[in-house]
């Protein structure tokens, strides 16, 4: 009787514990794909030419990474651009008790814009990107 006392609550923690490992890892990719989905659509927006939809996607990425999650929170997410590339960072928390397990993904996308390669390659070959 002790043994069933002991074991069955042992076994049914294991199981608990199993589900909502696996809802954290579901949402551990919603981030992922959300991210790499919006840093893609922020460097095809700027490649062109609607420089200003920054601000527009960085909502759109905390709206959609929210309807997505099953059990994490969204702390936060930002999107950022570099000279050459897109940045997406979100970051989410799944609450156990006082403690919690946490999980941030970041993003890059090289930004895809012509008139930027053109400068570059215009720099470099007149000398004066070279190392002297």
């Known amino acids: 009787m002790v043994e069933v006392a002991i074991i069955i609550p042992m076994i049914w923690i294991f199981i608990m514990g199993s589900i909502l490992l696996l809802f954290f890892f579901f949402d551990m990719g919603v981030i992922r794909s ?3 989905r919006s840093a893609q659509e922020v460097s095809n927006d700027w490649r062109d030419g609607k420089k200003n939809s920054l601000r527009k996607q960085k ?3 905390g709206q959609r990474i929210r309807e997505r999650l099953i059990l994490a929170n969204l702390e936060s997410c930002n999107l950022t651009i ?3 590339t897109v940045t997406a960072r979100a970051d989410i928390r799944f609450f156990l008790g006082e403690h ?3 999980f941030t993904d970041t993003s ?21 990107g070279e190392e002297k």
């Open 100 to 102: 919690g397990l946490a």
């Open 82 to 84: 570099s000279f050459a």
């Open 34 to 36: 959300e991210t790499q």
């Open 108 to 128: 890059k996308v090289a930004l895809d814009n012509r008139e930027d390669w053109i400068r570059i390659m215009t720099w470099k070959s007149t000398g004066k």
């Open 59 to 61: 909502e759109v990425l």
